[in-house]
């Protein structure tokens, strides 16, 4: 019987320094890398003597469905995305994909035999919230602005609910070549439940060469000065702004102050 293996591996932000151990270790025992282009770019030389099978944007099914082909094989594959791959991105197609076969809508019954394991990354929000210091330090959510999978009609109730609920939010894709409107909706959704004066991270590019982080407040939050390389988070009602002189910084106090 042909051994078979994939790993699943998130590679962080793009900070070389910040690969977990085990994702570094991953990629040395494949034999194939499947990623967009730009993920093995960032990776450099961890990449080398290894086949690549470069994907661009919009092709996530046939990176997934690749991978799991190229394991059955008998090549040990690392489908490789940056941040954490579980979260909004290609782990979830490759379960989807086992489960499609195990309800028999698929016709690839040695996917069932290739062997898995999911290496998780640091993800966006989290190389965000540590540039400015604690801001995930109480309860947060995350909620993808994009609508090209999920109804809008969802999208704004989770909005709703995560502002009634008082959370601080990530939002992931906030806005696209096709999409400008839809981060100015989410604005104006939390501006029900919360001050004016919130703060919120605008991180562009994190931890590569060309980061740019700015701390503004949720009413100064507008489309036009975010791109689809952006994460957005913002405060709950207590997250606090906090200047010393040329260093800015936010955190969400977790309720300590009682105790102090």
């Not at 601080?168 to 806005?175: K, Q």
Request: net charge negative; proline share 4%.
């Amino acid at each position: 019987m042909i051994m078979t293996k994939l790993f699943v591996v998130g590679t962080g932000p793009g900070d070389a320094s910040l690969i977990a151990p085990r994702a570094i270790t991953a990629i040395a025992a494949s034999s194939d890398l499947v990623a967009y282009g730009l993920y093995l770019e960032l990776l450099g030389s961890v990449c080398d003597g290894k086949q690549h099978h470069d994907l661009p944007l919009g092709e996530e099914i046939g990176r997934a469905r690749l991978a799991l082909n190229l394991a059955a094989q008998g090549k040990t594959t690392a489908l490789i995305s940056s941040g954490d791959i579980g979260i909004y991105a290609m782990a979830t197609l490759v379960f989807e994909l086992l489960d499609m076969q195990l309800q028999g809508k698929e016709n690839h019954p040695e996917w069932l035999d290739v062997q898995i394991e999911v290496v998780p990354g640091i993800s966006a929000m989290q190389a965000g919230a540590s540039r400015v210091g604690a801001m995930l330090g109480h309860d947060f959510c995350t909620v993808s602005l994009s609508d090209l999978l999920t109804p809008w009609q969802t999208i704004e109730k989770r909005i709703d609910a995560a502002g009634q609920g008082d959370f601080v939010i990530s939002f992931y894709n906030p806005v696209s070549k096709k999409r400008d409107w839809q981060l100015n909706t989410a604005r104006d959704i939390l501006l029900k439940y919360r001050p004016p004066s919130t703060p919120v991270l605008i991180g562009r590019q994190l931890t590569r060469e060309d980061e740019k982080i700015t701390i503004i407040r949720l009413d100064e939050l507008d489309a036009k000065d975010v791109d689809m390389f952006t994460l957005v988070s913002v405060g709950n009602s207590e997250s606090r702004h906090i200047v010393n002189g040329s260093k800015e910084w936010v955190y969400t106090p977790r309720g300590y102050r009682k105790k102090l």
